[in-house]
């Protein structure tokens, strides 16, 4: 990577160099386990001239989403979030039976089924085949595009201009950060709304989130990056809520800039804790590497020390920032013998790079291991109570970020 693909500008400052890793979602059939798998560096960087972190485009959108591994619905947690996103805003921006909402990255459909439910029209923008079969067989009207400004467009023109665009989780994943927000803007009425939540790079970087940095997330904002950002598509921020998904994330609404107004106090707030914590200088991300090398230290060391103790550790989850963690730490079956999940389309498949098993949930109370480590650490509060059977046998859970700590869990 020579340029920012935000603002063009030269200079790229190194904040954290991961190695290589396979891209996170693409997990392993038996039948594959003797094949060679390729690598990519993940190394990411951050523009000193816009302050956008980014890591190189070395895979296309289209290798990671056309068939894709991840189904919202299976996190009770996320799936409440959308509930209360879309009673929120159907509140806060008076939508109705004559309003029309628009989701970009709209998955299996579990935000736009509750948009179905208040019998408000909508339509799900959605790359992945797969789960976009499963949003239509749930009701949810789902086209499979990319979002483009061709496509925003052609949506636009056929559907009418939306009083919503939402697009949780997918501001990250697009390399042309430029022309996917034009595809925004070309979405939205003239005086219509988008609402983005992606991942906080404040939080990131505060709480040692660095699974979070995988080949999917080309870039990773601040608000102050993406005001940057959404002028480039024609849109201006108004207001900005902080949020606790994903360890930290950060609830975009901006409008069309002829009718955005002045932005909200809380924008002014956030902008002034990034600018405290040193995120437009380079002071800011001088030290993560140095906090990231001991996560892995930490970790590996307890796994080796269970291990010398005939103790096992089994994993909860298959997520993709798991597989950033697996891999820049070098586990292999004989440190974590396996992970559960429970979306059964990743059952029987195997972890990428590290080749460890993935089973069904039921598999842990079966074999009653002395630890389970949870890799989606950021559902903390659901898991530990969805695992509280662990107690039954003495077993505790281990969560290796912001830092490695046990829990024992009570039913």
Request: glycine letters at 8%; charged letters at 20%.
């Amino acid at each position: 990577m020579t340029r920012c693909r935000l603002c063009g500008s030269a200079t790229l400052a190194s904040v954290v160099d991961l190695g290589a890793t396979p891209p996170c979602e693409s997990f392993l059939a038996a039948d594959q386990l003797d094949r060679p798998e390729p690598a990519y560096p993940l190394h990411l960087r951050v523009c000193t001239d816009c302050w956008l972190a980014q890591i190189p485009p070395l895979i296309t959108p289209e290798e990671t989403f056309k068939e894709y591994a991840y189904f919202s619905s299976y996190s009770t947690s996320w799936v409440e979030h959308a509930r209360t996103f879309v009673t929120d805003a159907v509140e806060r921006l008076g939508l109705g039976g004559d309003s029309f909402v628009v989701e970009v990255a709209s998955n299996d459909g579990y935000l736009l089924k509750h948009v179905v439910d208040r019998g408000i029209r909508c339509l799900g923008v959605e790359p992945s085949v797969n789960v976009g079969a499963a949003a239509r067989e749930a009701g949810v009207p789902t086209v499979t595009e990319f979002l483009s400004p061709d496509t925003g467009a052609a949506v636009r023109a056929e559907h009418g201009p939306a009083d919503l665009v939402v697009a949780n989780n997918v501001y990250a994943h697009i390399p042309d950060v430029v022309g996917f927000t034009q595809g925004l803007r070309a979405l939205v009425a003239d005086d219509g709304w988008v609402s983005i939540e992606v991942q906080h790079l404040l939080t990131l970087i505060e709480e040692n989130q660095y699974d979070t940095i995988y080949h999917e997330h080309f870039q990773y904002y601040t608000v102050a990056s993406a005001i940057r950002a959404l002028a480039s598509g024609g849109l201006t921020l108004v207001d900005v809520e902080l949020l606790p998904t994903h360890g930290g994330s950060i609830r975009l609404w901006a409008r069309p800039a002829a009718v955005a107004g002045e932005p909200s106090g809380r924008v002014a707030e956030v902008l002034d804790r990034e600018k405290a914590a040193g995120l437009q200088e380079l002071s800011g991300y001088t030290e993560f590497s140095d906090r990231v090398a001991k996560v892995r230290r930490d970790l590996l060391r307890f796994l080796i020390e269970a291990a010398d103790r005939g103790e096992t550790v089994v994993g909860y989850g298959a997520p993709g920032k798991g597989n950033t963690l697996l891999n820049h730490c070098g586990i292999r079956p004989d440190l974590l013998a396996y992970t559960v999940d429970r979306n059964p389309y990743k059952h029987g498949r195997f972890t990428p790079g590290t080749r460890i098993p993935i089973l069904p949930p039921e598999r842990i109370a079966e074999d009653r291991p002395d630890y389970v480590l949870v890799l989606p650490w950021n559902l903390r509060a659901e898991l530990v109570e969805q695992l509280s059977f662990v107690h039954e046998w003495g077993g505790r859970l281990v969560f290796p970020i912001p830092e490695l700590s046990m829990v024992e869990v009570e039913r």
